[in-house]
């Protein structure tokens, strides 16, 4: 199965897939794939992007700036993308803390189609749980896993790190209650948009870890595996 790990800069990311990928070594035939050209992995990459395109690189050969060279990184990218699918029992794939070179970008949207055309593939969108700790913040990061889904074509799992450092508290029914009273257009909005993202991203039940700390991945194996299987509980 492939893992398409997802998540804005400063989630915990890269350390998630540090940690889950030693995790599922001692049972499994696992692997992890470096698919951010501006990055070295922090952990052993069975393919590396960086092997064929660096950011850095291109922002000298072709004069670019950093957000020009990391588009024409993820453009030149896509030339190599047979090489960095790979298999095994669970692949892990990391994408760019720049979220929006892999869901915007027709090269990103492709590299993500090419790679769940080859297997089972999940997305697990990681997040900072300090940052969702709002209500707002909360059905908004909710809003963001519907779509990644509908841009990659790929059901994903919102995953709520930094458990060791902020309890999050929050659910859709809680944060339903808190919004239906408060004032104002933007209350009314978000209170909406709860029944949105509960349609579309709440059908699994939430998942809280530690990346760094290596807690709460009995559940994520567990809802990864359950998500195409027709007789897991998906509540």
């Known amino acids: 199965m492939n893992i398409l790990v997802i998540g804005p800069a400063g989630s915990g990311k890269s350390t998630f897939v540090k940690s889950f990928l030693s995790y599922l070594k001692d049972n499994y035939d696992a692997k992890a794939v470096n698919l951010d050209p501006a990055s070295d992995p922090i952990y052993e990459a069975h393919?590396?992007?960086?092997d064929f395109v660096k950011t850095e690189d291109i922002m000298k050969k072709l004069n670019l700036g950093i957000n020009g060279a990391l588009i024409k990184s993820m453009e030149m990218a896509l030339n190599h993308v047979d090489k960095l699918i790979i298999k095994g029992d669970y692949v892990l794939y990391d994408t760019p803390g720049q979220m929006e070179l892999f869901l915007y970008l027709k090269a990103?949207?492709?590299?993500a189609r090419r790679i769940a055309e080859s297997d089972w593939t999940?997305?697990?969108?990681?997040?900072?749980?300090?940052?969702a700790s709002?209500?707002?913040?909360f059905v908004s990061i909710l809003a963001q896993n519907a779509v990644i889904s509908l841009r990659t074509g790929v059901p994903t799992i919102t995953i709520f790190n930094k458990s060791d450092i902020v309890d999050l508290t929050l659910t859709p029914s809680s944060v339903r209650e808190m919004l239906s009273r408060e004032e104002g257009v933007l209350a009314e909005l978000m209170e909406r948009l709860v029944d949105f993202v509960e349609s579309t991203t709440v059908r699994y039940r939430m998942i809280k870890i530690s990346a760094l700390?290596?807690?709460g991945f009995d559940e994520v194996l567990s809802i990864v595996n359950e998500v195409f299987c027709s007789c897991g509980d998906l509540s």
């Open 122 to 131: 999940v997305g697990l969108f990681i997040v900072d749980s300090e940052v």
């Open 134 to 137: 709002t209500p707002e913040n």
């Open 47 to 50: 393919a590396d992007i960086r």
């Open 108 to 111: 990103g949207t492709e590299i």
């Open 213 to 215: 700390k290596g807690e």
